[in-house]
């Protein structure tokens, strides 16, 4: 088991260079295995649900080749099955854009029922199963596996309104009615860069997709798709993440290889707690003189505040002066992280969705561990503030996300270091 020992209080300084996104690169390799030919991915983020997303690929009989550290060319023309591995399918969440995929290029698909990070509630997904359905295909769940198959090997398209916004859904009809016969409508359509990344994707390989990025997406189907060359754009939250990290520790950082358009919605919220924001053409320049200003935070789907940055911004709320609200608008739950907090000293009371957050003046460094991917995030961001040594366990869950945190966080100089932990006292990560 590894964990991060973190030394807090140092002030970040420097540049940090972020990584492809992580959401984009989860849907758009599984989508990869709707195209014949060879299909080139670069700014893929090393990261560990990539490497385990490639793995099923490479079972299905797709050929792999890294061209260097994040560049990676596919070939699934051969690729025959439809039915992925359990083991490696279970573990990880975006294993459903599998479905997807599959039904697009075979009409039919057998993936295991999804895992990854857990919040504490439900993760259902019947609005991908209803987008399916209309599609023509009869969907069912048995064994662990979610079975669907295309009535005549070919799925139809239809008009789906979506229930909720999802990304997840939206993401994964986009998939299957790129090759439908006919046209396929969604409305109610999730909007969040990724979406319009999985497009302009799909569509550099052949596909007919408009609208992606509104709440309306048309998507032509096509007969077949083939190889290209496709650049994934960079992390919005992992960007986001390094900017609450300065907020939260302090110092002036330029954090590079982004958008500053998807930055927008967390840009706009740290300047209101003070934090000085600088844009330029692809870099941001991060810099907390002063100490924070409370806010209220509501997450909410794109261009809404991300709730993938709701962990870390409450975590900068913690040490802000005043009482905040912080509420979360997308999942039923994501705070199991708050009781961690409040182990190094946070003054955080959950009421439902809504975290009340009291600023304390500082941290203090504890023993944590990290639940889930995003509170992972947190964790690290509140032990480079506290006072003292803190230790986190459970990093297998930052590793899924973030490329090299250790290493980009050094370069900044924090004092952040990975060890093995002895198997007899690693119980509390299990
Ligand atoms: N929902 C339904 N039915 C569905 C699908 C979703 O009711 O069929 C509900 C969910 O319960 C939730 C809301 O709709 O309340 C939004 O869920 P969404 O489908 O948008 O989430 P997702 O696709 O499962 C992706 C990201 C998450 C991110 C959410 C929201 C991936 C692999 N995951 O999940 O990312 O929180 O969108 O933006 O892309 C993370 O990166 O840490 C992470 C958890």
Known sequence: MTKYIVEGGKPLYGEVEISGAKNAAVAIIPAALMVRGVCRIENVPQISDVTLLLRILEQLGASIRFVNRHTVELDCTHIRCARTNYELCQRIRASYYLIGSLLGRFGEAEVAMPGGCFFGGVRPIDQHV????????????????IHAKAKNRRLTGASIYFDVVSVGATMNVMMA?????????????????????????????????RGAGTDTVKIQGVRQLTGGTYAIIPDQIEAGTYMAAVAAVGGEVLVKNIIPKHMDC???????????????????????????????VKTLPYPGFPTDMQPQITTALALAQGTSLVTEGVWSSRYRYVDELKRMGASIQVEDKTAIVEGVDHLTGAPVQAYDLR?????????LAAQGQSEITGVQYIERGYEEIISKLRALGADIYAVEDAPELSMRAG
């Open 130 to 145: 209803k987008g399916f359905s209309a599609l023509g295909a009869r969907v069912t769940m048995n064994g662990g596996f």
């Open 177 to 209: 009615a790129a090759t439908a016969e006919g046209t396929t409508v969604i409305e109610n359509a999730a909007k969040e860069p990724h979406i319009v990344d999985l497009a302009n994707f799909l569509n550099s390989m052949g596909a007919n997709i």
């Open 266 to 296: 967390i840009t706009a919220k740290l300047q209101e707690m003070g934090v000085e924001v600088e844009e330029h053409e692809d870099t941001l320049l991060v810099r907390r003189l002063h100490p924070l200003r409370k806010t209220n």
């Open 375 to 383: 509170a992972g995030a947190a964790m690290v961001i509140a032990a």
